[in-house]
């Protein structure tokens, strides 16, 4: 297929708006215009500064949903990308721009993929959704989260929902994420007492306190994960103290860290696991949870299996069923009873500096999608 398909023309279109975390930029107004087109009832959602959407096409039976986001994260420095990063421009079959794997790409391909499979079949079986907000690169809050309070208060609670995110590997179409880890922050103070460094007696240095607990909490074994989970795994993201001087002991000690955590464990367990740890150190400190997201799983169902045979039938390859990898906004989707998984490009330069994804890939990825749809409803 040519670099001018409806897809590409569509992703360039929806690169071209400079849509940085929560600005939407018009790219939700080009895609309600190609679905009002085809009959669509569409629901403008803005919560505070984000605005969202919900459309859907058909009367009765079970829905569809084709889910995603418009914001995309800053471009950094611009001088550095080969290319503006809002200009698409495509350089040996590869579209660049921010946006084009993370995830304008795959809501062009929903987009086409479903205008071409209503032009041929109108009259299809169940209903066709699109969820689509600008808050996911953000802190989430006020998008897909707000959007499934209110789908729940309307009683629209999708059966299905495909979440176009890059989860694709090698090739396009190689990995179907089939659910996600859960994610556990947490801001932690380790209480001390400043001082001299020549009079160590005299104060208490929260570094030298709290190294044996990190140590400690690092070697730890969480959980062994299952089937379809990595055990949990716990990182440090972020260490400060000091005061830039070099004979001073610090007061306090701030650690960011994170769990990736499985369904073989809570994050309850989580939060009291590490309190125990930190208390057998005997630290003075204080901790500061986020919980970002439960896990979830698909383990099987019409969609793993539709999404399965899509993907044989439009590039040859048995996919791989995944639970690796970052959170998406399938955590607030799956636990209303949705089987969701996530489908798109490949995912190598996401958030980078020359963000680039395969012309092909992408006209592929349309067919991919288009095939799921007949296999459910057609």
């Known amino acids: 297929m040519s670099n001018d398909s409806p897809t590409i023309a569509l992703t360039k279109q929806l690169i071209?708006?400079?849509?940085?975390?929560?600005?939407?930029?018009?790219?939700?107004?080009?895609?309600?215009?190609?679905?009002?087109?085809?009959?669509?009832?569409?629901?403008?959602?803005?919560?505070?500064?984000?605005?969202?959407?919900?459309?859907?096409?058909?009367?009765?039976?079970?829905?569809?949903?084709?889910?995603?986001?418009?914001?995309?994260?800053?471009?950094?420095p611009e001088t550095s990308w080969q290319t503006p990063p809002f200009e698409p421009t495509i350089i040996d079959g590869m579209l660049y721009g921010r946006g084009a794997a993370d995830m304008k790409g795959s809501l062009a391909a929903m987009v086409v993929a479903v205008e071409q499979f209503v032009a041929e079949n109108p009259n299809h079986e169940g209903r066709i959704a699109f969820l689509i907000t600008s808050d996911e690169e953000g802190i989430a809050a006020n998008g897909t989260v707000k959007v499934v309070e209110w789908l729940s208060q309307q009683q629209l609670i999708p059966e299905y929902c495909l979440v176009g995110e890059p989860s694709s590997s090698n090739q396009c179409g190689d990995t179907i994420k089939n659910g996600r880890r859960g994610s556990l922050g947490c801001s932690m103070r380790i209480i001390g007492q400043q001082g001299h460094v020549?009079?160590?007696?005299?104060?208490?240095?929260?570094?030298?306190?709290?190294?044996?607990?990190l140590a400690e909490l690092a070697a730890h074994e969480w959980d062994k994960g299952n089937d379809f989970f990595p055990a949990t795994s716990f990182q440090v993201s972020n260490i400060n103290a000091g005061t830039g001087a070099t004979n001073?002991?610090?007061?306090?000690?701030?650690?960011?860290?994170?769990?990736?955590f499985s369904t073989e464990v809570t994050d309850q367990q989580l939060r009291d696991r590490t309190t125990q740890i930190l208390d057998k150190h005997q630290l003075n400190y204080e901790l500061n949870w986020h919980l970002s997201g439960q896990p979830f799983l698909t383990a099987e169902g019409e969609l793993v299996d539709a999404a399965v045979k899509a993907v044989k039938e439009e590039t040859?390859?048995?996919?791989?069923?995944?639970?690796?990898?970052?959170?998406?906004?399938?955590?607030?989707?799956?636990?209303?009873?949705?089987?969701?998984?996530?489908?798109?490009?490949?995912?190598?330069?996401?958030?980078?500096?020359?963000?680039?994804?395969?012309?092909?890939?992408?006209?592929?990825?349309?067919?991919?999608?288009?095939?799921?749809?007949?296999?459910?409803?057609?």
């Open 198 to 213: 020549a009079y160590p007696h005299l104060a208490s240095n929260p570094i030298h306190n709290a190294a044996p607990a």
């Open 16 to 76: 071209s708006r400079r849509s940085v975390t929560p600005e939407d930029a018009g790219c939700q107004q080009l895609m309600i215009d190609r679905l009002a087109a085809i009959g669509f009832e569409v629901e403008h959602l803005r919560f505070e500064d984000v605005d969202n959407f919900w459309a859907i096409r058909g009367n009765s039976g079970p829905i569809l949903c084709f889910a995603g986001h418009t914001d995309v994260v800053t471009s950094g």
């Open 316 to 378: 040859g390859l048995d996919t791989e069923l995944s639970t690796a990898g970052g959170t998406s906004d399938g955590r607030f989707i799956a636990p209303v009873g949705t089987q969701v998984v996530e489908l798109g490009p490949i995912n190598a330069t996401i958030h980078q500096i020359d963000e680039c994804t395969s012309v092909d890939d992408l006209n592929q990825l349309t067919s991919i999608y288009q095939s799921l749809l007949k296999h459910l409803f057609v």
């Open 248 to 260: 001073v002991i610090p007061g306090e000690l701030n650690v960011v860290f994170n769990f990736r």
